[in-house]
């Protein structure tokens, strides 16, 4: 497995609480994703980050911000949860153009906001 | 309508079997076609990658694009218990472009 570790692994909040999400490589991989994946809709980017301070939103980055200030870690806070980020929220990293831009996963993070 | 669509499944078929998934796509831009292999309870995993229109071909996996009809296929020949898991289509339209599009899954059992 590519060193990428994810924390919390699982987590279980209330509506209108703040959560913080981490992710954290070992590989020194320039590019970083966080996706969330719910049932009928695969996989959806919400944030990636292609060097330290420099990120940029994806599909579905509303209610969602990032902080990258390392090359090691990536931030993934939701600034007042809600029951839709009731989520499988997935990290990924890649640095090589190779094999179409091979993205690698974390094991994920289950967010459940009651 | 989704950009990327997938036939959920689930998908069962008995051990040896030739496995096809699928997925259709809208966006014309889609230039790299990625399969991604998710276990249960686990991160996805990439598992073959094509560019453009063509055959990829690599042990018992065999990927297809047909951008002509928007089509992309994954077979899986002799099929294995140890196959199952979800498998995930992915595209996206240029190397340098990290919006990437995944299907929405299509959860595979292999019978022994």
């Known amino acids: 497995d590519a060193g990428i570790t994810q924390s919390p692994r699982h987590k279980v909040t209330e509506t209108g609480t703040p959560v913080t999400l981490r992710c954290h490589q070992t590989?020194?991989?320039?590019?970083m994703y966080w996706y969330r994946q719910d049932p009928g809709h695969g996989l959806r980017l919400i944030h990636y980050?292609?060097?330290?301070?420099?990120?940029d939103k994806g599909e579905v980055s509303d209610g969602y911000s990032v902080s990258r200030s390392k090359t090691e870690d990536f931030l993934l806070t939701l600034e007042s949860a809600t029951s839709s980020q009731t989520s499988v929220y997935f990290c990924?990293?890649?640095?090589?153009?190779?094999?179409?831009?091979?993205?690698?996963f974390g094991p994920g993070t289950r967010l459940t906001v009651l | 309508q989704k950009e990327v669509e997938q036939d959920p499944g689930p998908l069962s078929v008995p051990e040896g079997a030739i496995v096809s998934l699928n997925c259709t796509y809208s966006?014309?831009?889609?230039?790299?076609f990625m399969w991604y292999r998710q276990y249960s309870r686990k991160g996805p995993e990439l598992l073959m990658y094509?560019?453009?229109?063509g055959n990829k071909e690599d042990g018992r996996f065999t990927a297809q694009v047909d951008k002509s009809s928007k089509y992309i296929s994954l077979f899986i020949r002799d099929s294995q218990p140890s196959d199952s898991a979800t498998y995930l289509c992915?595209?996206?339209?240029?190397?340098?472009?990290?919006?990437?599009?995944f299907g929405a899954g299509t959860r595979l059992t292999v019978k022994p």
């Open positions: 990924a990293i890649s640095e090589s153009r190779e094999r179409g831009n091979e993205q690698f």
């Open positions: 590989e020194n991989h320039r590019y």
């Open positions: 980050s292609y060097g330290v301070k420099d990120t």
């Open positions: 966006n014309s831009a889609f230039q790299y």
């Open positions: 094509t560019y453009s229109s």
């Open positions: 992915a595209m996206r339209g240029g190397l340098y472009n990290n919006d990437m599009r």
